[in-house]
């Protein structure tokens, strides 16, 4: 694995902390109080090319590659993870059709997704432990009209915003999670309804609800990929969100650490500035440590990704090991700030709850250690 | 779930009642909306909960520390916020018992008795760790002192009837110079500056108190002048278990919060989730009873009149820690519903835990001062010689 980035990249990554310097640092706290969808960053932010920075240029992608794809993200998540995670879930339904749709889906969808004219979205959670299985999950009937969907998809982030989003839906209640097949449903369908938003901890502004599907009907053609392909879908995509997700991470902890460090420097107890003590040395090196090796373990993942070689275990890897610190980093950095850092008045509070998003969200608790597992015994 | 007497048991059973009937259904709301409820009080008035601390010769109910330990634990259970404001009341009372004389306890003891709310004023803006670098002044003048200075993050500061305030009588002296008083609401000059918005435990009462020219009377002086220190610090050793209580009692209900979603989402008993979850699940209960049990074998010295600074220190440390770790497990374990729930709350509020009452890396400098510390018959014989 290569660690540089390429001048390209780089430039990419500092454009993005410009523009996230520019455009979110003023919008951030706000934000975070209103939950308000930011509908003005987004198109700015689709200026930026941020909505297609991987798919490919025949579709009006940037074609940046996925290593650029996690500085952007990382850089935007140092000034508001909420707008950074409105563009990884409309990421990865543009992932997922570009991966496994058709000449003809790809056309269709790929380049309003690349300029941002339409937001994606990627429903696959469900109230019941498993896609497929729950009392109210998504089912898929075929009929003459075409396929019809009913049912529950939990917790869709960008819900209500996207104009298109894939859905995993059931084909055979019988076979439950194994029947699972992916749909390209567009966000006007008659039938389908958003639900209540969440009132969610951090990440807020991206929005985050409950869809209900009602006969809905869709054509043959928005099948994605094959008839029961959906397991292996939603895993590869998955990992992808696993890789971005980490990125976020990244991101909220770099923030979070430089923030602590000048905060230490000012802050004067005991006759001295705070950050002559080695306890809170130690607290910032550790917690600086923890994010320079996530960092790269996200760059190797995404280059994995990037260079199309298998990334799974290498994605799962990065989000076991920050599971693993239970956001360690944020939860330190809070520390080193006390009692300042406690109060919604300073951005720490912020940054502990979007990382808790960040870390803890978007698969079973146990699922990194399950691929990364199986990977070894195979 | 270490021995409890019957008493202890029945006190523990009527406060879960309590707690179920007027802390968990309200919790979520004025988390939201950032405010204690009245009701609250009410309800907390009618229980005699602020009595529990109070000695019986003053009115009180004079439980024992542990007994009050399961109480808090109790609170803590249904929100560490309104737990909060209801053991920072509690622990207000804690420097009039350590320095309070036979008037000063009846003045302080009596508004709590009927329910009235008290706080606790130590901390200021350049003093948080560093408690000694409090410029607050209280000047004699005549059979008076008078109070000028700021301090912050003081919880009940909003609504408390009494205040126990500390200021310096001898500036020159630094935390030598450091006294406590009692202070009532409504002397000229005593205001309230800005209320605090906290990451967690937002039904609970964070302001700053302003003291310009506040004068109160010689006799609210506790113990002598310049005694602030050491009874600021026996108040935080009676303090700090309390915090680690309320940090179990978030510990539990995380626990309890996990199992429930659980069996919720895996129902058909052949469809159960996988070790790597059992093994948290494991291992969230041995971290809560191990916190419980540091914290009952504390309460178990205090009454005993044991010294016991080093394991107030102690359970606070490790009770605060597990319930931050605790609580972002569960979050986890939870995912997208833990996030989106009251799960997320009690993440929120464990994370004071490890802040107030004394950071847990001041704690662990307590630590590990007395594990570095000679032995005490080393000391002795050294003297001998």
Known sequence: MSIHLTEEQQLIGKNAQGFAKEYLDPIVVELDHTANYPADVVKKMAEQDFMGLFLPGEYGGAEAGYVSFVEVVENLSRSCAAAASIVVNHSLAAYAINRWGTPAQKKEYLPNLASGKTLGGFAIFENGPTPGVGPDALKAEKKAEGWVLNGTKAYVRNAGKAGVYVVLACTDPAAGAKALTAFIVNGNAVGLTVGELKETMGLRGCPVADMNFENVIVAEAAVLGAVNEGPAIMAETLAVAAIAEAAQTVGIGQAAVEHAAVYSKSRVQFGRPISTLQAIQTLLAETATDCHLARLGVHHAAELLEAGEPFQVEAAMVKQFLARLHSKMLLDTVQVEGGFGYSEFMPLPRLFRDIAGTTLLDSPADYPDKTIAAALLA | ?385
Not at chain 2, 116 to 139: H, M, N, Q, W, Y
Not at chain 2, 143 to 153: A, L, R
Not at chain 2, 349 to 365: C, F, H, P, S, W
Request: charged residues 25%; glycine residues 10%.
């Open chain 2, 1 to 385: 779930m270490s021995i409890l007497t019957p008493e202890q048991k029945q006190i523990q059973q009527a406060t879960r009642e309590f707690v179920a009937k007027h802390i968990i259904p309200v919790a979520a709301k004025y988390d939201k909306t950032c405010d204690f409820h009245p009701a609250i009080l009410e309800a907390a008035r009618e229980s005699k909960i602020f009595a529990m601390a109070v000695p019986k010769e003053y009115g009180g109910l004079g439980y024992d520390a542990l007994t009050q330990a399961v109480v808090l634990e109790e609170w803590g259970y249904g929100c560490s916020g309104i737990g909060t404001t209801l053991a920072a009341s509690v622990l207000s009372m804690d420097s009039v018992l350590v320095a309070g004389n036979e008037e000063q306890k009846k003045k302080f003891f009596e508004p709590m008795v009927r329910g009235e709310i008290g706080s606790f004023g130590l901390t200021e803006p350049g003093a948080g760790s560093d408690a000694g670098a409090g410029k607050t002044t209280a000047t004699k003048e005549g059979d008076e002192y008078v109070i000028n200075g700021t301090k912050c993050w003081i919880t009940n500061g909003g609504f408390a009837s009494v205040y126990v305030i500390y200021a310096l009588t001898d500036p020159t002296k630094g935390m030598k110079g450091l006294s406590a008083f009692i202070v009532e609401k409504g002397r000229p000059g005593f205001t309230i500056g800005t209320v605090d918005h906290k990451l967690g435990i937002r039904s609970s009462n964070t302001v700053e108190l302003l003291f310009k020219d506040v004068r109160i009377p010689a006799s609210n002086l506790l113990g002598k002048e310049g005694e602030g220190m050491k009874i600021a610090m026996m108040t935080l050793d009676m303090a700090r278990p309390a915090i680690a209580a309320l940090s179990v009692g978030i510990c539990q209900r995380a626990l309890d919060e996990c199992v429930k979603h659980l069996q919720q989402r895996f129902p058909d008993p052949k469809v159960q989730p996988g070790q790597t979850l059992q093994f948290k699940l494991a291992d969230m209960r041995i971290e809560t009873e191990a916190a419980r049990e540091l914290l009952h074998y504390t309460m178990r010295m205090r009454d005993a009149g044991v010294r016991y600074s080093v394991e107030s220190a102690e359970c606070k440390t490790y009770a605060g820690d597990m319930a931050m770790k605790i609580t972002s497990q569960a979050v986890s374990l939870m995912g997208s519903y833990g996030y989106t729930s009251e799960i997320s709350k009690l993440m929120r509020d464990a994370k004071i835990m490890q802040i107030y009452e004394g950071t847990n890396q001041i704690q662990r400098l307590v630590i590990s001062r007395a594990v570095l510390a000679p032995a005490p018959a080393a000391t002795a014989q050294k003297a001998g010689k």
